[in-house]
């Protein structure tokens, strides 16, 4: 990029880098959802802040405690199958604050 103004600075985009807060600081939220998926039904875990590394991983673990397939993407975790009662379960023994939403 050029700019004649002598007193231009470039942002780069670099970014404070988010912290994640302790386990029992995050407000989690875990749903059923079955829209736009051809009637299959994934449990949706929202309300993760921190880094997405950290976020991964946390799907991750909880992919491989329910022995299932999922993803992480747009700050939601999405797991597939009504998995609500072991997810909840798992997260409140690592210390996380859940609450079932949704119907």
Request: aromatic share 6%; hydrophobic share 35%; glycine share 12%.
């Amino acid at each position: 990029m050029y700019s004649t103004n002598p007193d231009f600075t470039f942002d780069t985009g670099n970014e404070e880098e988010l912290t994640t807060p302790v386990p029992n600081q995050q407000d989690l939220r875990i749903m059923l959802d079955k829209k736009s998926r051809a009637g299959k039904k994934v449990t949706l875990i929202t309300g993760f802040i921190g880094k997405n590394e950290d976020l991964k991983s946390l799907g991750n673990l909880l992919k491989i405690k329910c022995g299932v397939g999922g993803t992480v993407k747009d700050g939601e975790i999405l797991i597939q199958g009504d998995f609500r009662d072991r997810i909840l379960n798992l997260l409140v023994e690592m210390g996380y604050k859940v609450k079932k939403a949704g119907g």
